[in-house]
Nanobody, 124 residues
Framework: QVQLVESGGRLVQAGDSLRLSCAVF????????MGWFRQAKGKERELVAA????????NYADSVKGRFTISRDNAKNTVYLQMNGLKPEDTAVYYC?????????????????WGQGTQVTVSS
């Protein structure tokens, strides 16, 4: 049974930076693509960033390109989301996710398990 535990969310001001972390348990982390999703109130969940199992491929939503960076540390079974230049519209609950099968590239449809989420609030 895979378990994902996010941390790092908090209240920040517009323009600030924040790094989210997600520790993964119960899976051979290095074999699986990882992603970060977010869901704002009243909106559907969206894939913000994804990283392939090898770390060689990353993808970002247009709304965060150039501001957010996803990375992974296989030695720590942890995936990160570095968020710079935060905007009020980035306010959401952020979830990390892992793909259902190994050796994936991080396609949205392939994610099958999510963490409990961490709240990020950006004040203007």
């Amino acid at each position: 049974q895979v378990q994902l535990v996010e941390s790092g969310g908090r209240l920040v001001q517009a323009g600030d930076s924040l790094r989210l972390s997600c520790a993964v348990f119960g899976r051979t982390f290095s074999l699986y693509a990882m992603g970060w999703f977010r869901q704002a109130k009243g909106k559907e969940r969206e894939l913000v960033a994804a990283i392939s199992w090898s770390g060689g491929t990353t993808n970002y939503a247009d709304s965060v390109k150039g501001r957010f960076t996803i990375s992974r540390d296989n030695a720590k079974n942890t995936v990160y989301l570095q968020m710079n230049g935060l905007k009020p519209e980035d306010t959401a609950v952020y979830y990390c996710a892992v793909e259902t099968r190994p050796y994936g590239l991080g396609r949205e449809a392939d994610f099958g398990s999510w963490g409990q989420g961490t709240q990020v609030t950006v004040s203007s």
